[in-house]
T-cell receptor
């Protein structure tokens, strides 16, 4: 399985500012996935990032609020823009190491964001 | 993706087998059943998956009914470290998007 390094692990931010979260994988992967987990809730997919193309966003998530970069096959960033307290969540990246959906997806340890 | 239904919480005594049920009555013929778990303050961890045959690995066993409308994840000898939220997910081969339900919060009792 792949190893994911996600940074920062946690942050406290002022409302109206932006935070960029980094996700580094130790192997090349086609797709990288960004999830949000609000307090006490399950995971919700924000978007899918494919190298060399625009990210695909799920319903309820827009590029202006959550811009994503995917400069190469091992790295991606998610920015949470113009933050409000409602953005306080854990943000996780995930990859499918063997690219078939089988064998399991690997998740980062998450970024715990608190907006004050 | 087919939706799944899981009990919101379960308790199990340490050392006993933990049996976690999942209903997926609308599963399609090409959709797999996946199980993940999330220990507090960590990202989800893959456990096991199956299509129609029962599966076993070093972590757990997966029993899928013949009609594929339900399945059971079995942790044979539960330990305190197995306390987590367990997610049952169904998806098609090649579908790389995981849709998480609410899961089952399993608590292992000493």
């Amino acid at each position: 399985s792949a190893v994911i390094s996600q940074k920062p692990s946690r942050d406290i931010c002022q409302r109206g500012t932006s935070l960029t979260i980094q996700c580094q994988v130790d192997s090349q992967v086609t797709m990288m996935f960004w999830y949000r987990q609000q307090p006490g809730q399950s995971l919700t997919l924000i978007a899918t990032a494919n190298q060399g193309s625009e990210a695909t966003y799920e319903s309820g998530f827009v590029i202006d609020k959550f811009p994503i970069s995917r400069p190469n096959l091992t790295f991606s960033t998610l920015t949470v823009s113009n933050m409000s307290p409602e953005d306080s969540s854990i943000y996780l990246c995930s990859v499918d190491p063997i690219g078939t959906g089988l064998g399991g997806y690997t998740f980062g340890s998450g970024t715990r964001l608190t907006v004050v | 993706d087919a939706k799944t239904t899981q009990p919101p919480s379960m308790d199990c005594a340490e050392g006993r087998a933990a049996n976690l049920p999942c209903n997926h009555s609308t599963i399609s013929g090409n959709e797999y059943v996946y199980w993940y778990r999330q220990i507090h303050s960590q990202g989800p961890q893959y456990i096991i998956h199956g299509l129609k045959n029962n599966e076993t690995n070093e972590m757990a066993s997966l029993i899928i009914t013949e009609d594929r409308k339900s399945s059971t994840l079995i942790l044979p000898h539960a330990t305190l470290r197995d306390t987590a939220v367990y997610y049952c997910i169904v998806g098609a081969l090649g579908n790389e998007k995981l849709t998480f339900g609410t899961g089952t919060r399993l608590t292992i009792i000493p």
